[in-house]
């Protein structure tokens, strides 16, 4: 059976017309917050920034990272996606300052005249060999928290090497605190590639803010007290049960009482909560930071298999 995940009962042609943007937000924001939480997963304990913003609608960002945060990312980086988890927003350097100014340049300018609160992480793969310039970017920058990779796919070669012989000439420098950030391109995969390589932080885009949607739809199941419901669909209202001990799922007719579960025979946890009643919001929304830790502390339970889409 279909679980649900919402119910709406009332005058059909009082919320009929709020079916498609409804659709909408919950499929769109359930692939982002999804693909986020496969990212997050993969990344274990390292810094995960969301970059994905400038791959969309500019209208869409605070959207974006606001589920992209809600997964698990660390931080997000427009303005208008960190104004909405209330956060500042977190990046680095681009490449257009170091074509600019040239490298080193570029690196002392940053370090001058950035707050002391923002890390200095430098761009190192504009040019050059990125061994070579992490070391001359140490060099250059004494508070030097991290070195960024965004070498493109057509020229990266194994990266997991890169990083590797970057974390061993850092080392023997005495500079193995320098973190080796790596973005473009990453996916969930390659976050666990290069978390296993050596990498300590990821800017990761185009996958999260193209992430694949969530199919739900959006159907009449009850008319008047009666069941029904379009072939392939399941009739009459219905409520979802989950045994979060055994990681279970029952759906249930709407009025049946809290089922037992299957397997360790405790009394199942309804996921049903009223938000609106008689069209006033009766539902105290929780903090997005609330939400993100109980979503990081299910995740331990899980596997990437699990988030599978």
Same mark, same amino acid.
């Given at each position: 059976? $279909? @679980?649900?995940? +919402?119910?709406? #009962?009332?005058?059909?042609?009082? %919320?009929? /017309?709020?079916?498609? !943007?409804?659709?909408?937000?919950?499929?769109?924001?359930?692939?982002?917050?999804?693909?986020?939480?496969?990212?997050?997963?993969?990344?274990?304990?390292?810094?995960?920034?969301?970059?994905?913003?400038?791959?969309?609608?500019?209208?869409?960002?605070?959207?974006?990272?606001?589920?992209?945060?809600?997964?698990?990312?660390?931080?997000?980086?427009?303005?208008?996606?960190?104004?909405?988890?209330?956060?500042?927003?977190?990046?680095?350097?681009?490449?257009? $300052? @170091?074509?600019? +100014?040239?490298? #080193?340049?570029?690196?002392?300018? %940053?370090? /001058?005249?950035?707050? !002391?609160?923002?890390?200095?992480?430098?761009?190192?793969?504009?040019?050059?060999?990125?061994?070579?310039?992490?070391?001359?970017?140490?060099?250059?920058?004494?508070?030097?928290?991290?070195?960024?990779?965004?070498?493109?796919?057509?020229?990266?070669?194994?990266?997991?090497?890169?990083?590797?012989?970057?974390?061993?000439?850092?080392?023997?420098?005495?500079?193995?605190?320098?973190?080796?950030?790596?973005?473009?391109?990453?996916?969930?995969?390659?976050?666990?590639?290069?978390?296993?390589?050596?990498?300590?932080?990821?800017?990761?885009?185009?996958?999260?803010?193209?992430?694949?949607?969530?199919?739900?739809?959006?159907?009449?199941?009850?008319?008047?007290?009666?069941?029904?419901?379009?072939?392939?669909?399941?009739?009459?209202?219905?409520?979802?049960?989950?045994?979060?001990?055994?990681?279970?799922?029952?759906?249930?007719?709407?009025?049946?009482?809290?089922?037992?579960?299957?397997?360790?025979?405790?009394?199942?946890?309804?996921?049903?909560?009223?938000?609106?009643?008689?069209?006033?919001?009766?539902?105290?929304?929780?903090?997005?930071?609330?939400?993100?830790?109980?979503?990081?502390?299910?995740?331990?339970?899980?596997?990437?298999?699990?988030?599978?889409?």
């Amino acid at each position: 059976v $279909l @679980i649900p995940v +919402m119910a709406i #009962e009332g005058e059909y042609t009082e %919320f009929c /017309e709020y079916e498609t !943007p409804v659709l909408g937000f919950i499929c769109h924001a359930s692939g982002i917050l999804t693909k986020a939480i496969r990212v997050r997963k993969a990344a274990g304990d390292k810094l995960c920034l969301s970059f994905g913003i400038r791959r969309m609608h500019p209208a869409l960002s605070p959207f974006i990272d606001f589920y992209a945060f809600m997964g698990g990312c660390d931080g997000v980086s427009s303005i208008t996606g960190a104004e909405a988890i209330n956060e500042k927003p977190k990046g680095t350097m681009p490449h257009a $300052l @170091i074509i600019l +100014m040239g490298e #080193e340049e570029a690196w002392k300018a %940053f370090d /001058e005249e950035m707050p !002391p609160e923002v890390p200095r992480i430098a761009l190192i793969d504009t040019y050059g060999d990125e061994k070579i310039q992490a070391i001359r970017a140490v060099e250059t920058v004494k508070n030097l928290t991290g070195v960024r990779l965004d070498t493109p796919g057509s020229r990266r070669g194994d990266m997991g090497k890169i990083i590797q012989e970057i974390k061993w000439e850092l080392k023997i420098r005495g500079k193995e605190n320098v973190m080796i950030f790596i973005s473009g391109g990453l996916d969930e995969y390659e976050v666990k590639k290069l978390k296993s390589a050596g990498a300590d932080g990821f800017g990761v885009g185009t996958s999260l803010s193209n992430a694949r949607t969530v199919d739900y739809a959006m159907d009449v199941v009850e008319v008047e007290g009666k069941p029904c419901a379009k072939k392939g669909k399941y009739g009459g209202r219905k409520r979802p049960f989950y045994c979060e001990k055994d990681r279970v799922f029952v759906v249930k007719k709407f009025e049946e009482e809290s089922p037992f579960c299957p397997i360790c025979k405790e009394k199942m946890e309804s996921l049903f909560v009223q938000y609106i009643k008689d069209g006033e919001i009766v539902y105290e929304f929780e903090d997005i930071r609330k939400i993100r830790k109980r979503i990081l502390k299910q995740l331990e339970k899980f596997s990437l298999e699990n988030f599978e889409i």
